[in-house]
């Protein structure tokens, strides 16, 4: 009998060893200290999003409103900025693989994205919008029935017209390219006959292009823009969102939005 009272309570030792040891400690977020030591910030976006983050033509240095604000947030977080181009349909993974800090590049924020990564506050209001040709018959979301749109593969526009089932049903096809420039392209040599892109960058595009270009007056959808870190990454994230309200504040970031916009358009601490 006293052995086999001595062989449960040793069962019972064991077991509770085995259980604490293979309970989940809380993960220790050393996010900021660890980019600190490294100096070294790298922020991961598509190279060809202006006027957010894009290849400036003659020098092919990247440069954009996203980089002006990175540049000023490093600055005064005292480390170095990297900008790296990455895959679009490949962000979450760059992230997560620690191939880069944060994707901060008109990156939308949608609820399975905040489910899995740690966003800052909005800091630009967005919507994805139909730019057409000047010359084109198509004056609403119904006259793309039987249509051919273009947009880029696994963005916001994509997610946009998924989010759309009765529009996405009434187009004849969907053709996703590399990057909204890409798709402008097409647009102009009559590829497809619209193109879904953000409301932000179709403006902008516009106005720098002279193409006669026209968006629609209906969208498809109303967004906003943070950078995204990786779930874990709170200190960083929660730093970088601290010095963007301070730079709101003193007027830096009304300065870099008039120079890009021509007004403040930031919704940073608002």
Request: charged share 30%.
């Amino acid at each position: 009998m006293k052995k086999l009272l001595l062989t449960v309570l040793l069962c019972c030792l064991v077991g509770g060893t085995i259980f604490a040891g293979g309970k989940k400690e809380p993960a220790v977020d050393n996010s900021l200290e660890e980019l600190k030591a490294r100096g070294e910030f790298v922020l991961g976006l598509d190279d060809s999003f202006p006027p957010l983050g894009f290849r400036e033509e003659k020098t092919n240095d990247i440069v954009g409103y996203d980089i002006d604000l990175a540049t000023e947030v490093c600055k005064r977080l005292g480390v170095t900025l990297r900008c790296q181009p990455i895959d679009w349909n490949a962000k979450e993974q760059e992230l997560n693989t620690g191939n880069i800090d944060c994707i901060w590049n008109g990156f939308t924020m949608t609820p399975e994205r905040e489910e899995a990564l740690s966003f800052t506050k909005p800091y630009l209001e967005n919507a994805q919008v139909v730019i057409v040709r000047g010359d084109s018959q198509v004056k609403t979301l119904a006259d793309l029935a039987g249509k051919t749109i273009g947009l880029q593969g696994g963005s916001s526009a994509a997610d946009a017209v998924a989010a759309n089932p009765e529009f996405q049903a009434s187009l004849k096809e969907i053709i996703e390219v590399k990057d909204n420039l890409t798709a402008l392209m097409d647009l102009e040599i009559g590829g497809v006959d619209a193109v879904v892109m953000d409301m932000v960058v179709g403006n902008y595009s516009i106005k720098t292009s002279g193409k006669d270009f026209v968006v629609l007056d209906e969208s498809l959808s109303a967004e906003k823009y943070g950078v995204g870190f990786r779930k874990g990454d709170v200190k960083l994230r929660d730093e970088v969102q601290k010095i963007l309200e301070e730079m709101a504040a003193d007027g830096t970031v009304a300065e870099i939005s008039t120079k890009w916009f021509d007004k403040d358009i930031s919704v940073i601490g608002k």
